[in-house]
Each structure stands twice: as C-alpha cells, then as structure tokens.
C-alpha cells in the first residue's frame, strides 16, 4: 500500500516523529514560569525601546520575548526530529547518545546532524572535526558527515580547511547540506522536499487524533506577572523591572 506522507519512511514513523516533537514544544511551553522566564535577567530597557519603537502592547511584548525564550529550547528539539526521521530510513539507525547522530547499520557511514550550518564555534568545530576522523579511522569503511540541514547551498564535499590554526582533512570526512544528506540516504533527490510538503499534512492529521488535553499550562509566566500587577498598580515592565532589578539603586520606588 502507497505511504500517505513520503515514501521513504513509515506513515506511523513519520507520525511518531512529530509526536516526539509536539512533546517538546509542550514541555518548553510548560517551563516558562516567572520563575524561569527571569532565569537570565531580563533586559527591560531595551523592552522599552523595543515597545515604543515598534508600537507593540506591553502584554504583546513579553508574550513576545517568552516565545523567542521557548524557540531557543526548540532549535535542539528540531535537530533531534531530523535524527528520528533519517533513523527511520532502512538500512540506518539513530545513535542514542553513542557518539554520533545517525549510523549505517553495516557500518559504512557515520554523520553528525546540526539543524543550522552556523550552530558551531570554532573549538566545536575542530572537536567535530577529530570525532569524525577517529570514526573513519576505526571503520575503514565508512564515510563520516557533518550535516547541516539548514545550509548556505546544496553540497557534499570533503571537510577540510583551517580551525583553530591548524590544518584539517581527512580522505572520508565530508560536510554535506540537508538536502544532498536525505538524498544520500533514501536514494531520492527530492527526499528533503518531499519531507517539507508533507509536513503540514502529518501535523493536522497528528493533531486531529489528540484528545484535548486542559492539564497542560503553557506560559504561566505572563498570568504570574499578571497577578502581580493587580496587586502592585504597576505596569507589566515596572513590575518585570522591579522584579529583576529592585537591588539597584533607586529601582525600589517603582
């Protein structure tokens, strides 16, 4: 019978992958308390410009800046759904915290998934750079790939180059784009396409099988500060800046 979503993994593989990432997003939503949304001190002079500058409400604002706080959380959850994916091809697995992201089965190749070709500094870059060697070393076989799904063109070349001052290559370690990965691994050119058309589809027939699920409270932290405004008269960035700042000098009298 035809696959409804690609043809190259499962439907329930599929399903089952953005059902792992719907957990995520659910978790990250159900972090951000005041508690953790003031982790990292927030920067509420430049939430004035930002609100003034851009006509933005003070509410609209900070549902805003807990958003981008939950994107931050997701970006690794989004590297991890194209681990399970790619783990779902026949012939290849997902490494499990065992030193590599994906695996052939026979051995044959190794790779390494960043969802963004810019995730990296330089000392990261180099540690890569020798885990991937010691993989070609140990299998002489095998192929080993930085991925980098989201890349500035469509490649798969030899890695090799300057980090850190010193000069690295290797005759089996290569840096490849998504594209040309998914490819390399289905046997498809258009895998990565068809992945993207298909998504909107998986999503809504994934959602569409949820029972509504009232226990989860997403982004507390907007209510929490809420409550306090009620009771301290004061704006929402007054009271996120007392909150955070109140130390400071002359902070108190707000």
Sequence with gaps: MKNKYVDFISDEHLLNCVE???K??????NKISKKSFYTNKVDTIKLTFDSKFND???DDLIQAEILRQID???NNSIGTFHEQVLGGIQGF???NLSGFD????DDTLFADIKNKHNTMNSSSAEALFQKLSRYADNYKKAKCYWVQILAKGSFNEHWKGDINGKEYSHSRVFK???DQFYALLTGKDDALFQLYKALPKAIDDYLKSLEKDNSVKENSALEEITS?????KRSILNQITFENYSYYLGFDKL
């Design 72 to 74: 931050k959380s997701i």
């Design 176 to 178: 490849i784009s998504g």
């Design 93 to 95: 697995e997902v490494g």
């Design 228 to 232: 306090q405004t009620e009771k301290s």
């Design 56 to 58: 933005i409400s003070e």
């Design 20 to 22: 792992n990432l719907h």
């Design 102 to 105: 994906i695996k052939a089965n």
């Design 24 to 29: 995520s997003y659910l978790k990250a939503k």
